[in-house]
Structure formats: structure tokens, C-alpha cells
């Protein structure tokens, strides 16, 4: 019979900094709650301590924390931040063994995966981007993006965010998302690639130009304006159905979103990985590691898709319930349409300072401060096309 485990893992959970309020520490405690009160079936003598950090500024935070030994054991991080703290040495790689790693999505280890072999986290949940909408005001989401301006032009009041993350789902049906890929991937910049991102940059100014679709700087305000009845519809993160959820209850829409004249939507999959402080003792790395791969057992995983429907598994044994939950349908069509262009993940992995300045460049080009031949330029720049001009 196994030793039970005793203990407290400190936990941190790195937030959107925008999106870090009173609200979603709520959330994050009844789920952090939930885990435990599973995980205690198993280990009834250990405890969980949570902190939340805003994910821009827990580099910082690690290296304070670490200089003194007080790292949290574990913590719930994007994919791409983890990568981040792992080439500072912030966090510990660790290794598992592939009887638990084949049980996961393989796009998500070979992500997480490091030329040595070891892991910068484990991968634990997915969250893909969505249509969300008042079923009040709109019957139907729009299957088309020529749809969804249409509807707007009859009064659906929309809203779409300018971060980079958020707004890479448009680049797919405008014919753009390759021409930003293969510049971020060091590809010169062609005539082609100019060609694509300006009709992108052409529909941004038109969607701009309608009386009822408002731009805004991130994801965070348009949730907001959702849920008090401004917006009508938008494109959002399942993690924040919950919150949606609580505000609109049954009048909550959920859908893909809509495809265009060069095919499907591509939106970036938000992957969400355990990763390990550099300070625990031995006892405490090895509460960290039970943790870690209780919460991809098919159990927890399954658990965690009926209980919340906000996330999708990233245990390949646990099929979401597509059938019996529209939500979950979304989600998953979601998920692969941001499987289907391999480009589209290089987007998900641009530095702060890139999506600051893309952020920046299209709101000027919005308020009339910057031309589009201005634009494109500095897109081009921006995205690592300049030596090739």
C-alpha cells in the first residue's frame, strides 16, 4: 500500500492582467476548491494554497521569490509563458514517463517538449476562442464574416478586440493568417503576402466604419459590455463562459465562429500547462508531481468538462460530450479550427513588446493617424519581414 502523501503545495496561478479582478479570484478558488476536494479523496492530508498573479508580471514575481526560496510549487500558466520563464531558468523542466505523456494530446507535449528531452510543463487544459451572444438579440450566430457585418448593418451591436491573440481568428477567412506566419517564421516579405494583409487591413476599416461594431483593446472590456447588455455579440476565451454564464444564464449563445472567403476561422487554442518552481524540497516536488498527474487522470479531466464546460481535455482517453452539450461542440470545432493552420500558433507565441506594438499600429490606422500603406509597413517591420524589403 502507497504512503499517504502529507502536505500544503503552494500554487500559483498566473491571470490576464486586465482580467484579474475580485470576479475571477472567486472563480479561481471554487475551482482550485474542486480539485482539492477531488484530489483529497486520493490524499486526504494535503492542502492546496493559491495565489494569483497578473501572467505579464510573474516573471518578476519568480525572480524575487526565488532568490529568497519561497518559488510556489506549482503554477497554472499559458503554454507560452512557460517556454518564457524555462529559458530564464525560472522554473524546473521536469520529465514523466511515457505511459502518462501518451495519454495526452500529442501537439500539446511536442509544445511543451525541450531539445533534452524534458518538459517546461505539463500540459493540463485547453481553452479555444468561441462566438458568444445574447440569444435575446440574435437567433442565430453568423456562419460568415459577410454575415456578421450584415447583421450588424441591422443593428447587432458587435465588438472586436484588437490584441493580437484575439483578433488572429479573422487572418484565416481574410486570407492573411499565412503572410503573418511565414513573416514571424523569417520568410521575406513577396508581393503576395502584401497583397493579403492589406485586404485584411481593408475589412478591419470597414468592419471599423460600421455604426454598430466597436473596436477595443482587449478581450476583457467586450466581456463586459456583454454581460450589461451593450454588445450583443463577440468572440471570447471559454474560460470566461462561467462568468458569462452567471450574468446571462439560458440566454447565453455559444458558437463557432464565423468562416470567410478563404476558408474557416483561426482562432489560437489557449493551452494551459503545470509548471515547476525551481525551491521545492523533495517532499514538496513530490506533492507536485502526484498533483500534476491526478489533474490529467481521464478522471479529473472528465470531471472538469461535465462540472464547468469552459475548457476542453487535454487527456485523449476523455472524449467531450459534443452530443449532449452545444457548448462543448463549439468548443471543440473551436479547438480545430485552430489545429488547421500550423501557422497560427506562431501568432500565440509572440512576445508582449510584439503584440503591444500590432495593438498600437492598428489603433492609430482605426483613428485616422496612420495611412494603411503606413500600416502595412509597419506590420511587415513589427512581424520580422523588414530585412527583406
Known amino acids: ?43 486526504p492530508r494535503v492542502r492546496l494554497q493559491v495565489e494569483t498573479f497578473p501572467e505579464e508580471s510573474l516573471r ?61 510543463g505539463l500540459p493540463l487544459e485547453l481553452q479555444p476562442l468561441v462566438a458568444c451572444f445574447d440569444r435575446r438579440r440574435v437567433r442565430r450566430s453568423p456562419a460568415t464574416l459577410t454575415e456578421l457585418l450584415a447583421l450588424s448593418a441591422k443593428g447587432m451591436e458587435v465588438g472586436l478586440s484588437l490584441d493580437a491573440v484575439n483578433l488572429a481568428w479573422t487572418l484565416g477567412p481574410l486570407g492573411a493568417i499565412d503572410a503573418v506566419g511565414n513573416l514571424l517564421a523569417g520568410a521575406p516579405a513577396t508581393p503576395l503576402m502584401r497583397t493579403s494583409l492589406n485586404g485584411w487591413l481593408q475589412w ?8 454598430h461594431v466597436t473596436v477595443y483593446p482587449t478581450e476583457t472590456e467586450m466581456l463586459k459590455e456583454l454581460m450589461v447588455g451593450t454588445l450583443d455579440w463577440i468572440p471570447c476565451r471559454s474560460i470566461n463562459l462561467t462568468r458569462l454564464r452567471s450574468r446571462l444564464g439560458r440566454n447565453l449563445g455559444v458558437s463557432p465562429l464565423p468562416s470567410g472567403p478563404f476558408g474557416a476561422a483561426s482562432p489560437i487554442t489557449r493551452e494551459r500547462v503545470l509548471a515547476f ?7 514538496q516536488r513530490q506533492l507536485a508531481m502526484a498533483l500534476a498527474r491526478f489533474a490529467i487522470s481521464p478522471l479529473h479531466q472528465r470531471d472538469m468538462v461535465l462540472r464547468n464546460q469552459y475548457v476542453l481535455p ?74 527583406s524589403r
Open 314 to 387: 487535454v487527456n485523449r482517453e476523455v472524449a467531450p460530450p459534443v452530443r449532449s452539450s452545444s457548448v462543448v461542440a463549439a468548443m471543440v470545432d473551436g479547438r480545430q479550427q485552430s489545429m488547421r493552420r500550423s501557422t497560427i500558433r506562431l501568432v500565440g507565441k509572440t512576445s508582449k513588446s510584439q503584440r503591444d506594438a500590432w495593438q498600437a499600429l492598428l489603433t492609430r490606422f482605426l483613428f485616422d493617424d496612420l495611412s494603411q500603406q503606413d500600416t502595412l509597413k509597419g506590420l511587415i517591420d513589427l512581424l520580422g519581414g523588414e530585412r
Open 204 to 211: 478591419l476599416r470597414a468592419a471599423d466604419l460600421q455604426q
Open 1 to 43: 500500500m502507497l504512503r499517504p502523501l502529507e502536505g500544503t503545495l503552494y500554487i500559483a496561478v498566473g491571470v490576464s492582467e486586465e482580467a484579474l479582478d475580485t470576479e475571477l479570484q472567486k472563480e479561481i478558488r471554487e475551482r482550485t476548491a474542486l480539485l482539492q476536494s477531488s484530489f483529497r479523496t486520493l490524499q
Open 277 to 283: 518552481g525551481v525551491n521545492s524540497s523533495p517532499g
Open 60 to 120: 518578476n514575481e519568480l525572480v524575487v521569490r526565488n532568490r529568497t526560496g519561497l518559488s510556489p510549487d506549482l503554477m497554472l500558466v499559458n503554454e507560452s509563458t512557460a517556454q518564457e520563464l524555462a529559458r530564464e531558468r525560472l522554473i524546473s523542466t521536469v520529465s514523466f514517463p511515457a505511459v502518462v505523456l501518451n495519454q495526452l494530446d500529442a501537439g500539446s507535449v511536442v509544445r511543451v517538449r525541450r531539445t533534452d528531452g524534458t518538459l517546461t
